[in-house]
């Protein structure tokens, strides 16, 4: 997971930054609760640090956890926003070809499942997030007092796994939004090749990093969503 902060582009520089710390200092400790171990010359010396072991990887364990669900909401997000980038390219080359008395209007429910896909993924990142802000909340209550229950730990956990489980399904539903997009796509080209003299390539419309030609214009840019974790 240290790997996964440290390398991903999509969690702020601040938020990595405190998560790194927080993992380093844990195995700092563990480190040191590791020698102490080894120098330890009685059962009851042992049964202590073995106690101190677990108390620095439960106080630990969650917040790890807490960042990977973060990692995962970033990535989630960031498919998102490009969906609904591509979700307007799409308006607009409908838009355009409607300008040019091409009939597109049986391609209205498969445009119309495009965007309900899109949305009921949004709206599941949505609730994936509010479930992570209810887990970092738990997590900050049970640290409070400086001691982390077994109980705490597993509320924080579960809730946690509520939310991965709600981005898992909002990016198996932006990965079919991309299917029907693809079968949309290929039928507008043709038919927008077959009218005019404009010729609009695959990637132009399914890759957001490809723009449309000039003369059907270019949707606004949408920002990439961010998940705040501290």
Request: glycine share 2%.
């Amino acid at each position: 997971i240290k790997s996964y902060v440290e390398s991903n582009d999509n969690i702020q520089e601040a938020d990595a930054t405190a998560a790194i710390s927080e993992i380093n200092t844990a195995l700092t400790e563990l480190e040191d609760l590791k020698a102490k171990v080894n120098a330890a010359t009685t059962i009851n010396e042992l049964r202590d640090l073995a106690k101190q072991v677990k108390d620095v990887w439960k106080n630990i364990d969650h917040r790890i956890k807490v960042h990977a669900a973060k990692v995962v909401l970033s990535n989630v997000g960031e498919i998102l926003s490009r969906a609904e980038h591509l979700e307007r390219k799409l308006e607009r080359i409908l838009a355009f070809a409607e300008e040019r008395g091409i009939d597109v209007s049986d391609l209205s429910s498969s445009t119309d499942e495009f965007s309900n896909k899109v949305k009921s993924a949004r709206d599941k990142i949505s609730e994936a997030k509010a479930k992570f802000e209810e887990a970092k909340k738990l997590r900050d209550e049970a640290k409070a007092d400086g001691n982390v229950t077994d109980a705490e730990a597993e509320q924080v956990k579960t809730t946690l796994r509520s939310s991965r489980a709600l981005a898992k399904e909002a990016h198996q539903l932006l990965k079919d939004a991309h299917e029907i997009l693809k079968t949309i796509n290929k039928t507008i080209r043709e038919r927008i090749k077959a009218n005019t003299d404009v010729d609009i390539e695959e990637e132009q419309v399914t890759n957001t990093e490809s723009d449309l030609p000039e003369i059907v214009g270019e949707p606004e840019v949408l920002e990439v969503m961010e998940v705040s974790a501290t």
